[in-house]
């Protein structure tokens, strides 16, 4: 069978379609952001942000994928920008936060919870149950937005971001031009000064009161009390309640750990009293290994928790606390305002597809 040439191209021709204006409209948009590039410093160009040639159908990009041009290079994004946490070098403290509460739990589930059930079933279950809760906190903690402060840049990626950060923290309004106005430092009144208000020259925001700009994560957090690398993020006003959670989920779970195990060690049995465990070496080795983990962990847990119990009684965070500077203005840890990073929402520049 042969086949013509003129009319498999006359053919093809006809089947195309006529226009695409579907595609082509959304992106006049795109071009009324020109204008912002060379007020950011990027040049007469919206290419030079991303560093590629502008293509003919871009995509409209979120704001989790670009964050690394607009936001803090240390901060991560994960689950399609539904979950932040902090930087890669708090990799192995995170997982020692793991291995002490999953190893010793396992064990404990893998040679207790048998005898422990014919004694109490309950002890167990309830083990298991602040079990899941520890992970579930733990896993809030180190994957919840601690209160980022937006950048400028990002702040003038999203229309009506920068209006709303001001409307939510109660900016004065002779402070919201200070923070989208210039690159520049701007002079601060006095007043405002000793009210807590910052400048921060890194995020070319100002700070409200009680904020930080923490150096691991390299953003502005709301009520900043400190970096904790065990939990791979920031505790600041959006996390620290579950913070406070894992933190007594955790004091539970150690303690019944401690408990279980202590009545596996002693050798109780209902029906035989006198039967010791000890007649088992490779048992109390593994009990041992469950409790004396168990025991330092849970020591530093009780500490760091009775600090904290101090810190909400006395109204401070842990960095007022060390740097001996307190701020009477600003936000309680307990007041937890949106998210202002809005990681999903789309970003006024283009993608190459």
Known sequence: MEINPAEYGSRSQSSQPAATPSIEAPLSSVSSMSTLWPVLGMG???????????????LTPRVYEVWQE????????????RCVTGPKIDLWYNL??????LIP?????????????????????????????????????????????????????????DEEVSNVLEMPEDLRDCASDGLTPPNLPDLRQGQGYKWCS????????????????????LTFDHHCPFVNNCIGQRNYVYFSAFLISTL?????????????LSGYEPDHPQESVTRNPLLVVFLLLIGVP???????VIALLMFHIFLLCAGKTTKE???GRRVLQGRSMFERPPSFIHARAPVDTPLDS
């Open 105 to 161: 739990s396992g064990l404990y589930f893998a040679f207790c919870s048998q005898k422990l059930w014919n004694i109490c079933f309950w002890l167990p279950i309830l083990t298991g149950v602040v079990l899941v809760a520890t992970i579930t906190f733990l896993l809030l903690t180190s994957c919840t937005d601690p209160g980022i402060l937006p950048r400028r840049r990002l702040r003038m990626m999203l229309p009506g971001l």
């Open 96 to 101: 020692c936060a793991w291995f002490f509460i």
């Open 321 to 323: 606390v060390l740097t």
């Open 294 to 300: 168990t025991a330092v962990f849970l020591l530093g």
């Open 70 to 81: 607009l936001g803090s290079t240390q901060t991560r994004f994960c689950c399609c920008g």
């Open 252 to 264: 539970c779970l150690g303690f019944s750990v401690a408990v279980g195990t202590g009545i596996s």
């Open 202 to 221: 890194t995020c070319q925001v100002v700070r409200p009161p009680r904020t930080s700009h923490c150096d691991d994560c390299g953003n502005c957090v």
């Open 44 to 58: 007469n160009s919206r290419d030079t942000l991303f560093g590629r040639p502008h293509a003919t159908h871009p």
